[in-house]
């Protein structure tokens, strides 16, 4: 099977796509698989061209689950239930980086071009366009979809976090990395509540190191 890309691995499962034709459920220590049919979408919601998924486990129900948006078209398969469902078209947000980057707390997260957007595994809601830290150095979501900085998000002593990465002076000579953590998780679920977060690391570096992206954050503490 030619697999075009991994969209996650939780509890040991792998979920990934096959050639943009379906998707795969696979255990390595069983190695037992499954293969799931993509959705459905209307006719000029093509498939495969502007798509997004993520892959999360929704602990309430011990469910694993499937998220593909199209545009403002989303659906969920649920392995318990083994069936896609059609969720409400209330979005126009899309991943930046193509598929949900974390699963984490029960949510599927990412950035996306108007905000941070979060997937709630447990109730089966999209939500998009929240609010994401303001900088030190007045990063915009324009910067994003420029490329002048990148946002990645990460876990944080068990909360959800968001590391940002900006080059900045005038020949981008140093840049400055911002770690901020969510304060509350129930902005995550929509209904109004804004998010908040606090700066928890402000790192001022020079480029001369050839510091390109943020590959990862470790919390290592030494006794």
Request: hydrophobic share 45%; net charge negative; aromatic share 10%.
């Amino acid at each position: 099977m030619p697999i075009e890309q991994i969209i996650g691995s939780v509890h040991g499962i792998v979920c990934f796509l096959i050639y943009y034709a379906c998707i795969s459920l696979w255990n390595p220590t069983t190695k037992l698989y499954r293969i799931i049919h993509p959705p459905t979408f209307p006719d000029d919601h093509k498939w495969g061209v502007r798509q997004a998924l993520g892959f999360g486990l929704d602990s309430i129900h011990d469910d694993f689950k499937v998220v593909a948006t199209v545009d403002s078209h989303s659906r969920v398969y649920s392995v318990n239930r083994n069936v896609w469902r059609m969720l409400p078209s209330n979005h126009t947000d899309l991943p930046y980086k193509r598929n949900f980057e974390l699963c984490a707390n029960n949510f599927l997260l990412s950035i996306g071009l108007s905000g941070m957007m979060a997937f709630d595994l447990n109730n089966e809601v999209l939500n998009c366009g929240i609010k994401l830290p303001v900088t030190t150095f007045n990063c915009t979501v324009t910067d994003f979809k420029n490329s002048q900085a990148q946002a990645y998000i990460t876990e944080f002593n068990a909360s959800i976090a968001v590391i940002i990465f900006k080059k900045m002076g005038e020949n981008q000579s140093s840049a400055l990395i911002n770690l901020w953590a969510l304060d509350d998780e129930a902005s995550l679920r929509g209904g109004g509540i804004e998010a908040s977060w606090t700066l928890m690391l402000n790192i001022d570096v020079s480029l001369q190191l050839q510091i390109q992206t943020v590959v990862a954050y470790s919390d290592i503490v030494i006794y």
